[in-house]
């Protein structure tokens, strides 16, 4: 009884959330941390290309964000023979510990990772990463920090519909 209570709790929990968005969005929750996902560079979906860009940060990889980042980010970045960097132990924990709440996917085109980083302090904060598909791969497009999960659904709907005529625009470009 005690099971069928819990699923319960937990499928209102989800709804409650999903409830917020509308017919165009599908939620895939997650709850796992970083740490739980092996270290291996995989762009085949939303969530295997966020642990791919995580253990880069984590390795200090930078001169490999090129491959896994949109063409549009690309000259914004280090250059790709860019030397690794040094990261401290703590830094490797907080991101090893970053809990993948859920992926929120809007028409089947643009994913956000909606991801709570936890400092040592105590506080925490939400990031939103955006994916979409180049050339078969998933691919970020960049990172929004909110202080609570609200803040970070709500830009996500308000802003879902613009990413995704954006990306839309540029489709073609990126079948070339």
């Given at each position: 009884?005690?099971?069928f ?13 999903a ?8 939620i ?11 270290d ?26 090129g ?18 960097s ?6 490797k ?7 993948i709440?859920n ?30 598909p ?12 909110f ?15 613009y ?14």
């Open positions: 009884m005690k099971i209570i819990a699923l319960i709790s937990l499928l209102s929990m989800v709804n409650a959330g409830q917020e968005f509308d017919s165009s969005f599908k895939i929750v997650v709850n796992k941390k970083v740490r739980e996902f092996p291996r560079f995989d762009l085949s979906s939303p969530l295997n290309s966020f642990v791919t860009v995580k253990y880069l940060l984590i390795n200090g990889k930078e001169g490999m964000f491959k896994v980042s949109a063409v549009s980010k690309k000259s914004l970045l280090p250059d790709s023979t860019a030397a690794d040094q990261v401290p132990d703590n830094m924990e907080f991101q090893l510990n970053t809990v709440e992926i929120i996917v809007y028409s089947d085109s643009i994913a956000f990772v909606v991801s709570k980083l936890s400092q040592e302090d105590g506080e925490q904060f939400y990031s939103v990463r955006q994916f979409h180049e050339f078969g791969k998933w691919v970020n497009n960049g990172e929004d920090l202080h609570d999960v609200e803040g970070a659904n709500k830009f996500i709907q308000h802003n879902a519909r990413i995704y005529r954006d990306f839309q625009a540029k489709r073609p470009d990126y079948q070339k």
